[in-house]
């Protein structure tokens, strides 16, 4: 589940950070490809909402975990025969949120308007920063506060309107003050963005941000038609307008969403497809049965119930790669008017207590949970920073001590009633209603008792931002900067802080470990940011999974890298060949 997961043999590099002095490069170890990790977030939804009380019924097991899982990454299109145009269809585990890359918070929409929405910068398949729309990685003045990035001449919106710096400096602009921006506490504490020509935007800072370009290969640097924008603000999602290989269509709620080739893309020559239309099946089985029919060619968040079978199918294949980000329970403290609007008290034992959630961590059994429920496929994580990591320390290494005994005692010593009762929110879909079922059964010993309300994908998003809930499942497919994965959900004020979370300390540790150039204090930094996390328990870290993604072998040139999105922009549709069959 996820809005927007690690371990053995993968993790990405971290790319080219910002800092006063100029560039942090990655290590040989981090270009390692069994260390690169992607992200997934979980593919959910359903129909609608409803609730299942049930009782423990999944009894958790231990398993010993299986081999180390080898990254696929990509199917290139090589020497194979291209045919030039046709409709791809993919198969999308659940509907994107609004198409807007200011406000979205769904990992689903980035699959979507990676295809029409090019950024300042991207990530490639070894982890690393390359430009895109800008032309270079940015220059940084000493002081820190000044950074300079050079973009593209050569480039035209999709509504033929050219692409300048003018156009970042809008963009950059509207993420720092739109109301119900999720870019704001990515793009850091911003003092002005000037565009110094046609070809050279200038960001003044007001102190030292490290993570900016890491944040601009990502929604925060797709960047917008000011014509669009200036035509209609508030309902640019509806019809979405960037330069991109691809162009919007049409969307279908909860159907589909098609986009089509834009004749204008500054590199059409190099685009196949006619169009792609993302087809929204919320079930993994039927996502997998409509891959082996060739109704659709590509399927994302195939179930670690269905893989193996799926990877042994006639002309099917399949991506893998590991996860930066985490899936996890959060927990609602002080979320009661909506994100982004100042916090209040909910009375409850969970919210107010941190030995409530201290013990509700302690009651869960991270490695029997994942290993029994996903066969091996996924990793138990207990933080938001992969193991292997430049920036991991002992204290984000480390994991809540399971032990039910302990939980009840603290549960007694908070003063409340055994079994606690609380109502968990999760998406509707199978494998995460089989995760939340285990999960259930296996608190009980440490004195819970969850009811689980099933909610389709869309509408928990919604439900989460507003801050109707007690508990909820959700997690987050990953950045290649740590601030990606922290700030944002555990700083006040924060664009994704749906837990309604907020302590100085807090603030303080995660603003200067965004100020700060050197990799080993930073990473001392976030560890005693996650220390205190485990105390506070505003999220609880379960799990990281891997982006498991299956395809036809009709079609070749689809990609999924570190960010977690499976990229089709130069996909094509190929002769077969002999070697498709298994």
Known sequence: MSIDNIETDHWTSMPHLLHPQGWLKSTPA????????????????????????????????????GPPHTDVLSVPIGDQTIIEGGDLVMALSAEPDRLDPTTSSSLYTRYVMQTMCQKLYDIDGEGELVPQLATALPSVSEDGLTVTIPVRQDATFA????????????????????????????????????????????????????????????????????????????????????VGPFKFVKRVPQTSITVARDPLYYDAKNVHLDTITYRIMTDSNIRAANLRSGDVQVADSISPQDIDALAQQRNVGVLQVGSLGYQGLTVNIGNTAGVG?????????????ALVRQALSMAIDRKALVNTVFNNWYEPACSPIPATSPFTSPESEACPEYNPEKARELL?????????????????????????QALQAAVVAGGFSLTIQPVEYSTLLDVQDRGDFQLLQLGWSGRPDPHGNMYNFLSTGGGNNVAGYSRPEMDELLTQASQTIDTAQRAKLYGQAIAQVQKDNSIIYLYRNRSLTAYSTTVAGIATYSDGVVHLSNAAFVEATQGAEK
Do not use: W
């Open 30 to 65: 981090m270009h390692n490809p069994r260390r690169r990790a992607a992200s997934l977030a979980t593919g959910l939804v359903s129909a609608a909402a409803l609730t299942v009380g049930m009782t423990a019924c999944l009894p958790i097991q231990p398993v010993d975990s």
């Open 159 to 242: 509504d033929g309107t050219p692409f300048d710096a003018n156009a970042v400096k809008v963009t950059l602009e509207r993420g720092l003050t739109m109301k119900g921006s999720g870019r704001k506490s990515e793009l850091g504490p911003i003092d002005s963005v000037e565009a110094l020509d046609a070809s050279r935007v200038q960001i003044t800072y007001q102190r030292p941000f490290a993570p900016l370009t890491a944040a601009l290969a990502d929604r925060a640097g797709m960047i917008l038609s000011p014509a669009a924008l200036a035509n209609d603000d508030a309902t640019f999602g509806d019809h979405p307008i960037c």
């Open 341 to 353: 609007k100042p916090y209040g008290a909910v009375d409850t034992p969970l919210a107010r207590e």
């Open 412 to 436: 007694k010593e908070a003063g409340v009633s055994i079994p606690y009762e609380a109502k968990l929110l999760v998406s509707n879909t199978p494998d995460s209603l089989r995760l939340t």
